[in-house]
């Protein structure tokens, strides 16, 4: 069959999150699987942009109200991801440093989707799926469905897939113009809580909604930032697919950016020696059980729970544990975490920023991965960390709940039930407690990186999805 993803991200074009993992790697093995995938994402002023081939395969102009915009789909020539990459070029919009963080990101992404569909359906076929992902694309059912222009697509179904329900892409019906033209009859189609929200819209609109993991599809029933109702409305068409990770991107066997690679055979050796390169690097102690963070520094992510939890540990285990964090986000919570550098020198250090490297190395080279998430519609980060042998801390939420299980239970991570300083510190008390009992913490080590939760499975269940709403037609 021939599906279209059609997203804000996608790695290694441009990544903000974990949608731009699964964009860069779900459609590689459905290509693998037999079947046509094309990717179509913004064109962003991006180190990928500049570095490889593009040819122009349609050029046209975006209508938003009183603004015409001209836009280019650019086509990356060699396939070189494993499947085909389109580019919306737009440059009045997308020409820029970052992904999100504007002012008119409104305009941006709903020109975006308005240039796809009008390419799309400028093609001789029509696709046989599209497949959304999160709310900036959330309007494209709905203009498949009811905008004149659209309606080659009318019969061609969609499929919403929610990565982060919290971010919803809500807007004014002063800006309702911008779309292409419809029959009013149906305006109420695009009306939640008095504005338009354009995630609700898509989960109104398309055919199926999917979202990354089992246990985020039942939380958000109950929990969805204003969404819940709906969520149960639309429970019929809805399913929870885990997320899968790219074990040929993340692999501790072949990864170049490690120090040395390794296997579940060679697991002691392999990790010892990055967490010695790791250390160096931070001036840490590798003898010592190192616990790290990998992510955004938001409450979102327990990121504001990271600074006094790191005090109270680092305190209670006077020099007899390290603390490494990785990450941006919240400024407040960076100079908090910044603040401790001189309190807790020699066995707590800092990288406010992101490196790609770097996290690689950190994920072979730590001990522990802390996740005290409030909120994890799947993650990737403990799917990462069991693959290379590090054992995750993580809160009962979402899709950490679906793939880490306590070592108490016979499973493969540490957990705990609430995001407080209380429960992470008494996670990385029987953290210590399983290190210094080797046989046990390598016991625990071996039974993550056996886990598997590659792509080859997820991609089943999404080609499942799209066959069952294909068959209503």
């Known amino acids: ?8 991200e996608c790695y290694p074009i441009a990544k903000v ?3 731009a993992d699964v964009v860069g790697a779900l459609p590689k093995y459905q290509n693998s699987a037999g079947h046509q995938v094309r990717v179509v994402m913004p064109c962003y002023d991006t180190k990928f942009k500049k570095e ?38 737009i440059q009045e919009l997308f020409d820029r440093k970052d992904v999100y963080g504007y002012q008119d990101d409104i ?6 989707q308005i240039a796809t569909l009008d390419w799309i359906i400028g093609r001789n076929e029509v696709p046989d799926v599209i497949n959304c992902h999160d709310h900036h694309t959330g309007l494209i059912p709905f203009m498949m469905l009811y905008c004149y222009k659209y309606g080659k697509l009318r019969n061609t179904p969609s499929m919403i897939t929610i990565h982060n329900g919290l971010y919803q892409g809500q807007f004014g019906f002063d800006k309702l113009f911008y779309l292409p033209e419809f029959d009013l009859v149906h305006v109420k189609v695009l009306e939640w809580d008095n504005c338009i929200n354009s995630l609700a819209v898509a989960i109104k609109c398309a055919w199926a909604v999917t979202t990354v993991s089992p246990n985020y599809l039942n939380e958000i029933n109950y929990s969805a930032n204003g969404l819940e109702s709906l969520f149960n409305l639309v429970r019929y068409k809805s399913r929870g697919i885990l997320n899968g990770i790219d074990i040929e991107v993340w692999d501790p066997d072949k990864d170049a950016m490690l120090e040395k690679n390794y296997s579940l055979k060679n697991f002691e050796e392999g990790k010892l020696e990055n967490k010695e390169k790791l250390c160096n690097l931070f001036n840490l102690d590798p003898t010592k059980p190192l616990f790290s963070f990998i992510g955004r520094l938001l409450e979102e992510k327990g990121g504001d729970l990271l600074p006094h939890a790191a005090a109270v540990a680092l305190s209670e285990n006077y020099q007899q544990i390290n603390i490494l964090i990785l990450g941006s986000g919240n400024t407040a919570i960076e100079n908090q975490l910044n603040g401790l550098l ?12 992101y490196n790609e490297e770097l996290a690689h190395l950190i994920y072979a080279g730590s001990d522990f991965l802390l996740m005290p998430s ?3 519609p799947c993650g990737l980060n403990q799917m990462y960390s069991l693959r290379y042998g590090t054992i ?13 299980i306590d070592f108490g239970d016979d499973g ?17 008390q029987r953290a210590i407690n399983l290190y210094n009992n080797k046989k046990e913490f390598n016991k625990i080590i071996k039974k993550g990186m056996s886990t598997d939760h590659s792509w080859e499975r997820v991609c089943l269940e999404y080609i499942e999805m799209y066959n069952l709403i294909i068959n209503k037609k």
């Open 1 to 8: 069959m021939e599906i279209f993803h059609i997203s804000a």
């Open 17 to 19: 999150g974990g949608l």
């Open 52 to 89: 490889n081939d593009f040819e122009c395969v349609h050029w046209g102009h975006v209508k938003l109200g009183f603004f015409n915009f001209p836009f280019s789909i650019l086509k990356e020539k060699t396939d070189k991801l494993g499947f085909e990459l389109y580019l919306v070029e």
């Open 107 to 112: 305009e941006r992404f709903l020109s975006f």
């Open 342 to 353: 001189s309190d807790y020198k020699g066995n707590y250090n800092t990288f406010i920023g």
């Open 374 to 376: 409030r909120v994890e």
């Open 392 to 404: 995750p801390i993580v809160r009962r939420t979402g899709g950490l709940k679906d793939t880490v």
């Open 412 to 428: 493969n991570g540490i957990c705990h039930d609430q995001a407080t300083v209380g429960d992470v510190c008494y996670s990385i």
